[in-house]
């Protein structure tokens, strides 16, 4: 089955500088991979997205670039400000297939 | 419109029992997909119901089971509950599946004694 490994699992950065956060997958019919964040006690929420057929997109501070012949997919985002603490977790869908592997997380720390 | 609602929020039961988890989807989704959020372990997929079908299973034990409604509320059960059921139960909404965004429900907090 599907593996998908996340790194690192903590992650501290100071307010302002940039944060990357990378995932691997195994399986290569993989073709829609969201991040998602969860902030403490609450519940995840997806923060961007990205589909096989794509490189890279950005939305304001967040970025995800795509290499499907690595089969890796990273999170960047930049500027960091505090309230950007929370756990990451990327996802790899194998939508012919209708499954879904997360990642085992990324607890970023902004320090202020 | 209105997000996905889980009920109950918490529960507390004793080894042996079973618990029945409800999950209501964002009007309009008919897909939903149920997991396992523990510390360790991050989030892991129990199933997805689509149209009052199973369409996928993750890897968890026969104890666990779910159904879809024609409204395409869902549920999942667990039997003969062991102490490392304790977990958040998290569902989640998409129109159609895994090629679309997911909604997540808050989760049902399940501690088993």
């Known amino acids: 089955g599907e593996n998908v490994e996340q790194h690192p699992s903590t992650l501290s950065v100071q307010e302002g500088d940039s944060a990357v956060i990378k995932c691997t997958y195994s399986?290569?019919?993989?073709?829609?991979f969201p991040w998602y964040k969860q902030e403490l006690g609450k519940r995840p929420q997806l923060i961007i997205d990205?589909?096989?057929?794509?490189g890279e997109k950005k939305d304001q501070r967040i970025a995800v670039t795509l290499n499907k012949t690595a089969k890796h997919f990273s999170l960047h985002i930049t500027e960091t400000q505090p309230e950007d603490s929370a756990v990451y977790f990327c996802?790899?869908?194998?939508?012919?297939?209708?499954?879904?592997?997360f990642g085992t997380g990324t607890k970023l720390q902004v320090i202020p | 419109k209105a997000g996905v609602t889980q009920t109950p929020r918490y529960l507390i039961k004793t080894r042996g029992q079973q618990v029945t988890l409800s999950c209501s989807p964002i009007?309009?989704?008919?897909?939903v997909s149920w997991y396992q959020q523990t510390p360790g372990q991050g989030l892991q997929f129990l199933f997805e119901?689509?149209?009052?079908?199973?369409?996928n299973k993750g890897n968890f034990p026969g104890r666990f089971s779910g159904r879809q409604f024609s409204n395409s509320r869902s549920e999942m059960n667990v039997s003969t509950l062991e102490l490392g059921d304790s977990a958040l139960y998290l569902c989640?909404?998409?129109?159609?599946?895994?090629?679309?965004?997911?909604?997540f429900g808050p989760g049902t907090r399940l501690t088993v004694l």
């Open positions: 996802a790899a869908h194998n939508t012919g297939y209708q499954k879904v592997t």
């Open positions: 399986d290569s019919a993989s073709n829609y």
């Open positions: 119901y689509f149209s009052e079908t199973q369409r």
């Open positions: 989640a909404s998409s129109l159609a599946g895994a090629n679309n965004e997911q909604f």
């Open positions: 009007s309009g989704h008919r897909s």
């Open positions: 990205i589909r096989s057929n794509v």
